[in-house]
């Protein structure tokens, strides 16, 4: 095997010589927001959309909600699939010990940016992985501090408009359109 040019290692991820082969995974979700993430990075995939009860128990804290739903998630679709590497991943944003969940329309949208705006938050992320209904299923959580800029009414209206789904009007999808600043 010869060693990579550098300039073919800095080409877009999609169409540079790649050092090793990376195995396809299946994306254990309908999130357009995390294939564009593997996308990016030029990761090969499947994605399939497991049908689960996403409602947070009651007296259940961020972490734990998103590790039970990354872990259903990855069970859901090992049921479905045998032997590929499964992910799956759930996020929450959580302000003044307040747990952001999906807002169930436009009006709880633009609260949580209300809210937002200016602030700093934590936004939490279960991930679990999988290969297959017979391997064990590892869970992970990962909390980031971030801080929106402040946002204008109008901007506010914007991000809050910009989704069709209230369900991708989270907090992934803010942090793509909303200014901010990582800690």
């Given at each position: 095997?010869?060693?990579?040019?550098?300039?073919d290692l800095?080409?877009r991820?999609?169409t540079?010589?790649?050092?090793?082969?990376l195995?396809?995974?299946?994306?254990?979700?309908?999130s357009?927001?995390?294939?564009?993430?593997l996308r990016t990075v030029?990761?090969?995939?499947?994605?399939?959309?497991?049908?689960?009860?996403?409602?947070?128990?009651?007296?259940?804290d961020?972490v734990?909600?998103?590790q039970?739903l990354?872990?259903?998630?990855?069970?859901?679709?090992?049921?479905?699939v045998?032997?590929?590497?499964?992910?799956?991943?759930?996020?929450t944003?959580?302000?003044n010990?307040?747990?952001?969940?999906k807002?169930?329309?436009?009006?709880?949208?633009?609260?949580?940016?209300?809210?937002?705006?200016g602030?700093?938050?934590?936004?939490?992320?279960?991930?679990?992985?999988?290969?297959?209904?017979?391997?064990?299923i590892?869970?992970?959580?990962?909390?980031t501090?971030?801080?929106?800029?402040?946002?204008?009414?109008?901007?506010r209206?914007s991000?809050r408009?910009?989704s069709?789904e209230?369900?991708?009007?989270?907090s992934?999808?803010?942090g793509c359109?909303c200014?901010c600043?990582?800690?």
């Amino acid at each position: 095997m010869s060693v990579p040019d550098p300039d073919d290692l800095a080409a877009r991820p999609s169409t540079r010589q790649r050092i090793i082969e990376l195995p396809k995974i299946v994306l254990a979700s309908g999130s357009p927001r995390r294939a564009e993430i593997l996308r990016t990075v030029g990761w090969p995939f499947e994605m399939m959309s497991p049908e689960i009860d996403e409602t947070r128990r009651t007296s259940e804290d961020a972490v734990t909600y998103v590790q039970r739903l990354a872990r259903s998630k990855a069970e859901t679709v090992a049921q479905r699939v045998s032997s590929s590497l499964i992910v799956a991943a759930d996020t929450t944003v959580v302000i003044n010990e307040e747990i952001l969940e999906k807002p169930g329309d436009q009006d709880d949208a633009g609260r949580m940016l209300r809210k937002l705006s200016g602030q700093w938050h934590q936004v939490i992320t279960g991930v679990a992985i999988t290969e297959g209904a017979t391997s064990q299923i590892k869970v992970a959580c990962e909390t980031t501090e971030v801080k929106f800029a402040t946002m204008s009414q109008g901007f506010r209206d914007s991000a809050r408009d910009s989704s069709n789904e209230f369900a991708e009007t989270t907090s992934m999808s803010w942090g793509c359109r909303c200014v901010c600043f990582t800690r």
